[in-house]
Each structure stands twice: as structure tokens, then as C-alpha cells.
């Protein structure tokens, strides 16, 4: 169809090829008028402005104004040399315009086409969702081709379809008829003019990764069809492109969120380990100094027999302490290097190994703030007696560093198909929701518990380790304001 453009410059042309016939008014029969070279300007005006229309036209408007005068030459005096020049500067215009014209169209064409192909790696070069890319795509190439344009692209096992025609719910069977090879429909509708559609596949290496279809009410010439399939190869290689670039985007986020992650983690164990170095070296001076303190008393005094049992005891309880924290030095140790603590399994007495753990902890004066509730079912374990004891004295001593000193701490032990479980309930302040999690880690600390007690934070983290190297488990429960119960599962003596 000619647009108002294309008409407004046929006319002009019009105009200036009847000037120019004016003034090659004045040729004569024996002679032709040499303003009939200038025949060759709208001609060439003509098919480089308005392509392959404007190139016809123009040359046949020149040989309609020079035919009169031609004929009538040829009449007058023959085949001579001047009427044989004009036939041939007329045929060559015949020839020049549409020649012309056809390649200025082909290229105008083709610089659609990459203009095209350019605007659609634009498009799919955002950073938006498929859907979204799509329905851009679509009013993209629906104004560009003057048609009605649907996108229908596969999505893993599903199908994304996009543009004015979409169909609702899964389109895959409609889809799948098109993946072999592009197919044209001459007529789909019901008016005057005919409504052309054509669907093609969008591959990439060989594989259908969705299907174009453009519809449009006229004519859709087989040079049109070859180039839609062209351009669908490039969509193709445009959205796997997109596809590929938005998969390496989603990791680089990944990766940059997991560095992140790794970074501040390394961060804060550094600072952990920095406060451990602190409360380490606080927590082995304290029992190195009551030992040097009572060893030169004794040393350098004398005492009643009472007094000397009174502060043997308290160097044994102060030497068992320095011992407890020296063998979570070499647990640690072991740990981060990825080896499991040394158990020697035997077979222990659950009721008597509590009762032990609470004497050795702590004597009488601390004893009375617990209470063991030994189930008579409860025979024993298979477990390293030294591994028991320092799970025991570590769960003890939380219990009752970190509870009222007029509150009880209550150690129970039941028997559950195979296994024992013990537990150790305290009533203090209890953990925080968002630090529960993290109470097993080596060097943690709960905020709310630093400050308040002496602790070096290798506690619980080798309470867990020493109880999985035993194959059981562990667990922790707590709610703030009413205390925390740790429960911990051995295997029971067959």
C-alpha cells in the first residue's frame, strides 16, 4: 500500500518530469532536444527516495513524455543514429529506475532487519522477569512489522506465551506443531482482504527453545516469510542469550552473597576468637593462682590436719578445673582439624555417674541446689567414664552458673528403646530465639550471658562433640524468663 509520503513524492516527481518535457518542447523531427538526458534525474531521485515504487514509476513517467516525440522522429526519418541514442537513453532509463530502486528497497529492508535485531537485543538485554521481556518483545516487533505479533517460549517444562493473541493456560500443544518447521496460513479470517499468519520455531543449536507467529491482514510475500524466519533464529539466539546472562547474573549474586556470608562469618570468629584468648587466659589463671596461693600456705605453715584436708580439697577441685579447661583446649584442637574426640567405651552407671558429677563439681554447699531424678529403670551406658564426667560438670556447671542461687537444677535420666536419656532443666533467665541456634558453636557466647558469668565458650561445643562421638545426640530448649533444659540421648547397656 503507497502511504501519503510515498504519494506527496510521486507527485513531486510527476512535476518534475513534465518540466522537463517542457522544455525539451523544442526538439524537431531531424534533431532531439538535449534536455532529454535530464530524464535521468527524477529517475534516479525517484528510486533512491522511494525505492523500487518511486524508480518505476519515474522512468515509465519519462518514457510517456518522450514517446510523442519519439514516435513522430522515428515516423520522419527512420532508424537513424540521433533515434537510435534516444530508444537506448530510454531503455537504459527503464532499466536504471526499477534496477535501482529493487537494490535501494532490498537495502532499506535489511537495515529494518538489523535495526530490528539490534532493538531486540536491547530489549532482552534488561534485567527483567521472562514474561516481561516477552510482552516488551512483542510491542516491539508488532510496531516495527506493522502485524500482530505472538511469542510463545519454553520455560523448562512450561510454556510463557506473550502478545495480544496469548492464549490462556498451557499452550504446549499448540506450540508443539510448529517446533519442526516454520508454517504459513494463507487466510485465518472472515474479511475482505485476506489475513496472513506464519509461524516459525525459535532454535538455538538445533533445539526449540519457542515459536514465533506474526499475523497480519494483507498480503505476506515469500520474501517477508524468508526474512520472519531469519529473524526468528535471531530472537532465538537472543533470548539464550538473555537466558544465559540473567543465569550469570543469579550466580555472581549468589556468589557474591555467599562471600559476603563466608566474610562477615570469618569476621565474627575472629572476634570470637580474640574474646576467647581473653576469658581463656582469665579462666586459667583463676585455679593457677588458688593453686600457687594454697601450695605456699602449706609450704610455709603449719596447719591442723582439718585445715590441710579443707585446702587439699579445694587445690583437687581447682586442679580438676585447670585440667577441664586444658582438655577442651585439646578437643578444639582436634575439631578444627576435623578429627573426633577419643572415647573408650565402658559400660557406666547413670545414677552414680550424675551423683559424682555434682560432688565433684561443686560439694555439699552446691549440691542442695540439685536434684537427680534417676528413673529405676535406668541401668547404663556405653560411654568413656571420662567423656561422661565432662559432659555432666559442663551441663551442671551452666545450669548453675546461669540460675538464681535460691533455684534448684533438677539432672533426670530415663530409659527409651535403647537409649538413655538425660537431661538437665535450670530455671534462669534462659536464651535468646535468635542465639538458640548457635549454642553449639566453639567460642559462642549467648549476648546476655557474657558479662554475668566466667566462661570461655568451648562448653557446649564439646558437650555436642564428645556426645556424637559416642553416637547419640543432643539438644537444647529454651524460653526467656523461665529457664533451659539441655537433653542429651547415649546408648543404653544391652
Known amino acids: ?67 510523442p516525440t519519439l514516435f513522430v522522429r522515428v515516423e520522419a526519418v527512420g532508424l537513424g543514429a540521433g533515434a537510435v541514442d534516444e530508444l537506448v537513453s530510454t531503455a537504459v532509463l527503464l532499466i536504471l529506475g526499477p534496477l535501482l530502486g529493487s537494490r535501494v528497497t532490498e537495502a532499506r529492508r535489511q537495515s529494518e532487519r538489523y535495526a530490528t535485531i539490534l532493538a531486540i537485543q536491547e530489549a532482552l538485554g534488561d534485567e527483567r522477569p521472562l514474561p516481561e521481556l516477552l510482552e516488551a518483545l512483542c510491542r516491539l516487533l508488532g510496531d516495527r512489522l506493522a502485524a500482530t505479533v505472538t511469542l510463545a517460549v519454553r520455560d523448562g517444562d512450561r510454556w510463557i506465551v506473550a502478545g495480544a493473541d496469548a492464549p490462556a493456560g498451557d499452550s504446549a500443544a499448540g506450540c508443539a506443531i510448529v517446533t519442526a518447521g516454520a508454517v504459513f496460513v494463507p487466510d485465518t ?15 538455538v543449536r538445533g533445539e526449540t527453545v519457542g515459536v514465533l507467529t506474526v499475523e497480519r491482514l494483507g498480503e505476506l510475500t515469500a520474501a517477508e516469510r524468508r526474512a520472519l524466519v531469519g529473524l526468528a533464529l535471531h530472537i532465538g539466539a537472543a533470548l539464550e542469550n538473555a537466558r544465559l546472562a540473567a543465569r550469570q547474573r ?20 575472629d572476634r570470637a576468637k580474640s574474646a576467647f584468648v581473653a576469658m581463656a587466659s582469665h579462666e586459667l589463671r583463676t585455679p593457677l593462682t588458688a593453686l600457687v596461693g594454697y601450695s605456699e600456705l602449706l609450704a610455709t605453715r603449719t596447719f591442723s590436719s582439718d585445715e590441710v584436708r579443707r585446702q587439699a580439697e579445694i587445690m583437687r577441685r581447682q586442679t580438676r578445673r585447670l585440667a577441664a579447661i586444658i582438655d577442651d583446649f585439646l578437643d578444639l584442637s582436634r575439631l578444627e582439624r576435623g578429627e573426633a574426640p577419643p572415647v573408650r567405651l565402658a559400660d557406666v552407671a547413670v545414677g552414680p555417674a550424675l551423683t559424682a558429677a555434682v560432688e565433684l563439681l561443686g560439694g555439699p554447699q552446691r549440691a542442695t541446689r540439685v536434684i537427680i531424678d ?21 551441663l551442671l556447671s551452666n545450669a548453675l552458673k546461669y540460675s538464681p542461687a535460691h533455684s534448684a537444677v533438677t539432672m533426670r535420666a530415663r530409659a527409651a528403646s535403647g537409649k538413655v536419656v538425660i537431661s538437665v532443666e535450670d530455671a534462669g533467665r534462659g536464651i535468646a530465639p535468635d542465639a538458640l541456634p548457635r549454642v553449639f558453636e566453639p567460642y559462642f557466647r549467648a549476648p546476655e550471658a557474657v558479662g554475668r558469668a566466667p566462661g570461655s565458650g568451648l562448653g557446649l561445643a564439646m558437650v555436642k ?7 547419640g545426640g ?3 530448649e529454651s524460653t526467656v524468663g523461665i529457664g533451659t533444659r539441655v537433653t542429651l540421648q547415649l546408648p543404653a547397656v544391652p
Open 189 to 203: 479470517g472472515h474479511e475482505t482482504r485476506p489475513r496472513r499468519r506464519l509461524s516459525t520455531p525459535l532454535s
Open 1 to 67: 500500500m503507497i502511504g501519503r509520503r510515498q504519494t506527496t513524492g510521486l507527485l513531486v516527481l510527476g512535476a518534475c518530469v513534465i518540466a522537463i518535457a517542457g522544455l525539451a518542447a523544442d526538439a524537431t523531427a531531424q534533431a532531439a532536444s538535449p534536455w532529454r538526458h535530464a530524464y535521468a534525474l527524477p529517475v534516479v531521485v525517484g528510486a533512491l527516495t522511494l525505492g523500487l515504487i518511486g524508480g518505476t514509476v519515474t522512468a515509465l513517467a519519462s518514457l510517456m513524455a518522450q514517446a
Open 250 to 269: 543469579r550466580f555472581a549474586d549468589e556468589l557474591a552473597e555467599k562471600v559476603r556470608a563466608a566474610t562477615d562469618r570469618l569476621a565474627t570468629l
Open 374 to 394: 534417676c528413673g529405676p529403670e535406668v541401668t547404663g551406658v556405653r560411654a568413656d567414664p571420662h567423656a561422661l564426667e565432662r559432659i555432666l560438670m559442663n
Open 465 to 471: 562433640a564428645l556426645v556424637e562421638a559416642h553416637h
Open 474 to 476: 543432643v539438644s537444647i
